[in-house]
């Protein structure tokens, strides 16, 4: 079983920054491509970031030059600096990793972490 944990949601004003975390235990083989999602009130959930196992990395054009996306392969966790943040990033961000385990390769979702951006 593959649990992704994230942190580092909360309230912030519009111009200021938060760093979200996400940890994925269990038994886990590898990691391939881990990213960020963020669903709005009334809307689909659309990607924010991704970054494969080599450090690769794509991003949303509503994002661009304002967050990063990164991880940390040996404690297997991915990063999402947000920065110059603006109410419309309000969202609730899932944390996604495709994981290989002992019963093979799967798509695995957090919990989800509440960002709100005041104006």
């Known amino acids: 079983q593959v649990q992704l944990v994230e942190s580092g949601g909360g309230l912030v004003q519009a111009g200021g920054s938060l760093r979200l975390s996400c940890a994925a235990s269990g038994i886990i083989f590898s990691i391939n491509d881990m990213g960020w999602y963020r669903q709005a009130p009334g809307k689909q959930r659309e990607l924010v970031a991704r970054i494969t196992s080599a450090a690769g990395t794509n991003y949303a054009d509503s994002v661009k030059g304002r967050f990063t996306i990164s991880r940390d392969n040996a404690k297997k966790r991915v990063y999402l600096q947000m920065n110059s943040l603006k109410p419309e990033d309000t969202a609730v961000y899932y944390c996604?990793?495709?994981?290989?385990?002992?019963?093979?390769?799967?798509?695995?979702w957090g919990q989800g972490t509440q960002v709100t951006v005041s104006s």
């Open positions: 996604n990793a495709l994981v290989l385990t002992t019963i093979g390769r799967g798509d695995y």
